[in-house]
């Protein structure tokens, strides 16, 4: 199974800074560059937005991967039925998509601020996709929450029915947060594709 890594835009305040320099130079021969990269006083108040939703997003991706380890952890749990690790383990695991969930609401309420500010709308699209990608992940992880309150509260290794029916469900949550995952990551790619295209057409 492929490795999903958490969405941090790691690139997203270079990519910002890069839209603004290239729409404060001029080109070499003089002449002004298109409009294109043109943008109003608001720009600096967007990007500084961007890199504070950075910030929120550096610190889920520690979280993202203490949650990575967890997960490992209660899926050889269940294996092995050890019910006080599965119960730890999922308590675990909810404090820190908890932890995880509040830091996302902030980088994603950022970001929405910077969109409804008057920027290119390139920078616009950009960013709405990149809240996109953020607002699925988050649903990704309310499933994973959910389904370790379950394990947490429910599960019980010496009732076979139960048992089998609470590592369905695991198993159900773990396939849908992965697709939903890679549908988050491919608004993340679109936008990145995006900044890219919009910088190569006014260099």
Not at 21 to 39: N, Q
Not at 76 to 96: G, H, M, P, Q, Y
Not at 174 to 197: G, H, P, R, V, W
């Amino acid at each position: 199974m492929k490795k999903l890594q958490c969405n941090i835009l790691p690139l997203g305040l270079l990519l910002v800074l890069s839209f603004m320099f290239l729409s404060s130079c001029g080109k070499k021969d003089g002449s002004e560059r298109s409009d294109i990269l043109k943008f109003s006083d608001d720009t600096t108040a967007a990007a500084q937005l961007v890199a504070d939703a950075n910030e929120d997003l550096n610190k889920i991706k520690i979280l993202y991967n203490e949650n990575e380890a967890k997960r490992e952890e209660l899926t050889n749990a269940l294996k092995n039925n050890e019910i006080e690790k599965v119960r730890s383990t999922s308590n675990d695991l909810i404090d820190l998509i908890n932890g995880g969930m509040v830091l996302g609401k902030s980088a994603v309420e950022k970001i929405d601020k910077a969109r409804e500010m008057d920027i290119n709308s390139d920078f616009k699209e950009y960013l709405r996709l990149k809240s996109e990608s953020l607002q699925r992940e988050m649903n990704a992880f309310e499933k994973y929450r959910e389904a370790a309150g379950y394990l947490r509260d429910k599960y019980d290794p010496k009732d076979e029915k139960q048992r089998a029916a609470v590592s369905a469900k695991f198993e159900e949550v773990k396939t849908s947060f992965q697709k939903i995952m890679e549908s988050a990551q491919q608004y993340s790619k679109e936008a990145n594709d995006l900044a890219k295209e919009s910088a190569g057409r006014n260099n």
